[in-house]
């Protein structure tokens, strides 16, 4: 990837939707190339966060983008590309992460955290200090869906609505959904409010 | 709400997303048939795909499994020809390769046990190899050099392995699989044919021998079953074998043949460490190897007559966390027994490279791929200048099928890479080996 993208892969150039030019509108290839290149750096990050595993992650999002390339014919509205690739690689993240919890099994005992994926794991360079293994700890105790909106809100930085659109909630559910996430986390990392 | 929670929360998540770099995102690859993917039929005759039929089968294995053993390897032989990892050919992928002069005009393959062989200018199916027994799963290939001869090992409906040698015509047209004198092993348990395990196979260079390898199977007694590589004479069945000391994680992955009795072998050893350039016993830690046997040895032991190539770790041993494999994963010998071409995984497993090395040393001469893991190359073939390996090979996903990797060829005296028109197609709910090839 040529362009340049922010801490959270974004990619700088691609404005404030992101998504697909008027020339490349026409082609479905095109135009969810594009996309990609726009964002897959950001959603594969995110899925990484949120499945832990990284080859996972990247399958996710590619399969997201081909389901979008399939579907094409049937998206009224290109702006609402993004939207739905967001909201499969959240399906696809919550497949994983079911599938995942069945192979770690229940949290506990002296090999818990051997048993986590990569990303999760203490072993991971990323989670080096004691205080952010404590915060994956915690994120991982937090209900699927007040996990999903704090990451869509404080890692991708989406708006409400923008959260309640991937998640297909309403703006308002998403709201107190991540009010009450980070209430909850909060509370596991012991922190006074 | 504090401030505090949302920065820890935005640092940590910043920290484990900042480990994806923007240059290891891999090429968008989108499917051009579309929603006709699922219920294409692949050129070896079996369904790819059909999601709607994984839970039917599942079901289906569940009733079955309780009315016997041989029964269930048959609906597991099902399930894997259904939601495995395939390779076929596509319209996007069809059109022919040039292939210059000396390298190999014929694959052979096997998917699910069953064999086939393919024009490798095409990916086109010539012919499907007849199992020599009822029940036959390949479980290895080995290949001669020229298109004339490969060996099938593998297991009959009763876990006997057995070996079989087959020659193909000029127009790669496959003979009568011919019973070679071999091991009388039978692998516990007899579920685990059908592919389920890997029996590696290689040919010498004249043909006159066989080599293969049997590691711990599938809920086999480590203890009582070491790794072995044995050697078999053609002409009158006359064997040695070389062992190597009981250990659970221990797995011999690939073998290939070079001239001058050199067999090389690529493996994960359990409780071994290097001493002094030696594999030698060491209880916990576990290696990954490139080593060569040298088979006019008079030895037994598989680490005294070989040659330490190149290692890595599995640090699983050491850390007691999950594993994570530095080091040769596969690779095999240049006929002239100078050279090792092998995927090298670095940076605790997480980047590959596809190098060609000195077999004497280990040093690296040339750099042929290198890029994350998640399209890594893994060599399995050589004939001659022409390396058969795959090529982004990822991660097999959860939902659907999809292309996940090409088979290529790689010339090593140039570099010059050349993707070939098999498809490896990835999907579901089965791990294991996505099939099993050789020229």
């Known amino acids: 990837m040529e362009r340049d993208h922010d801490s959270r892969g974004c990619a700088v150039a691609c404005g404030p939707v992101g998504l697909i030019d008027s020339e490349s509108g026409a082609d479905p290839a095109a135009a969810v190339s594009a996309l990609y290149a726009a964002h897959a750096l950001g959603l594969t990050r995110l899925a990484l966060i949120m499945t832990g595993d990284r080859h996972a992650a990247e399958d996710i999002v590619q399969e997201a983008f081909c389901g979008l390339h399939r579907r094409w014919d049937k998206l009224r509205d290109p702006a609402k590309a993004l939207p739905y690739v967001r909201s499969a690689v959240l399906n696809g993240c919550r497949t994983e992460y079911r599938r995942s919890k069945v192979a770690i099994g229940p949290p506990g005992g002296d090999d818990y955290e051997a048993r986590l994926p990569p990303a999760w794991s203490a072993e991971s360079a990323a989670l080096a200090s004691e205080e952010r293994r404590e915060v994956v700890r915690a994120l991982l105790k937090l209900p699927s869906r007040q996990r999903e909106a704090l990451l869509l809100r404080y890692f991708l930085d989406l708006s409400e609505a923008d959260t309640a659109s991937a998640m297909h909630i309403s703006r308002g559910t998403a709201k107190s959904t991540v009010a009450r996430g980070l209430t909850a986390l909060r509370i596991l990392l012991g922190e006074s409010s | ?439």
Request: hydrophobic share 40%; aromatic share 6%; proline share 7%.
């Open chain 2, 1 to 439: 709400m504090s401030g505090r929670t949302e920065d820890r929360l935005r640092a940590t998540t910043a920290a484990i997303g900042e480990t994806i770099r923007p240059e290891d995102i891999p090429a968008l690859r989108l499917d051009q048939r579309g929603r006709q993917f699922a219920s294409t039929q692949s050129p070896y005759g079996r369904w790819r795909g059909g999601r709607w039929l994984i839970p039917l089968v599942a079901a289906a294995s569940v009733a079955t499994l309780v009315t016997g053993v041989a029964v269930a390897g048959q609906v597991l032989h099902l399930m894997r020809s259904l939601s495995r990892p395939q390779t076929g050919t596509s319209a996007a992928a069809s059109r022919p390769v040039q292939l210059s002069a000396g390298t190999p005009k014929f694959i052979v393959t096997s998917l699910g046990g069953a064999g086939s062989v393919n024009a490798t200018a095409t990916g086109r199916l010539i012919a499907r190899i007849e199992p020599p027994v009822d029940g036959f799963a390949i479980e290895g290939i080995g290949a001669a050099p020229g298109d004339h001869m490969f060996v099938l090992t593998g297991q009959g409906p009763h876990g006997l392995v057995e070996l079989f040698r087959v020659h193909l015509g000029a127009n790669g047209k496959p003979g009568r699989a011919v019973r070679l004198p071999g091991p009388s092993v039978r692998l516990p348990p007899s579920i685990s044919s059908n592919g389920l395990i890997s029996i590696p196979a290689a040919v010498s260079p004249n043909g006159d021998y066989v080599a293969y390898a049997i590691s711990r199977q599938p809920l086999g007694d480590a203890a009582s079953q070491p790794a072995t590589i044995t050697v078999v004479r053609v002409a009158d069945g006359a064997s040695r074998t070389w062992r190597l000391w009981p250990a659970g994680r221990t797995q011999i992955s690939e073998l290939s043949w070079a001239k001058g009795g050199q067999l090389s072998w690529i493996a994960v050893i359990g409780d071994a460490t290097v001493a002094n350039g030696s594999v030698v016993r060491h209880r916990g830690d576990a290696l990954s190897v490139a080593m060569v046997l040298g088979t006019a040895l008079p030895g037994r032991s598989l680490t005294v007559d070989s040659r330490l190539v190149s290692y890595g770790w599995l640090s699983e041993a050491a850390t007691g966390k999950s594993a994570v494999l530095d080091g040769p994963l596969a690779g095999v010998i240049t006929r002239d027994g100078d050279t090792v071409a092998a995927q090298i995984l670095t940076e605790h497993g997480t980047r590959s490279k596809l190098v060609a090395m000195s077999s004497a040393n280990g040093q690296i001469t040339r750099v042929l791929l290198d890029g994350p893991r998640s399209s890594r190359a893994d060599p399995v073939g050589i004939d001659g200048d022409s390396l058969l390996f795959t090529l982004s090979p990822r991660h097999e996903h959860p939902n659907s099928n999809y292309v996940c990797g090409h088979l290529a060829l790689a010339k090593l005296s140039t570099a010059k890479i050349v993707q070939l028109p098999f498809e490896i197609y990835c999907s579901t709910v089965w791990p294991g080996e996505p099939f099993i090839y050789a020229w």
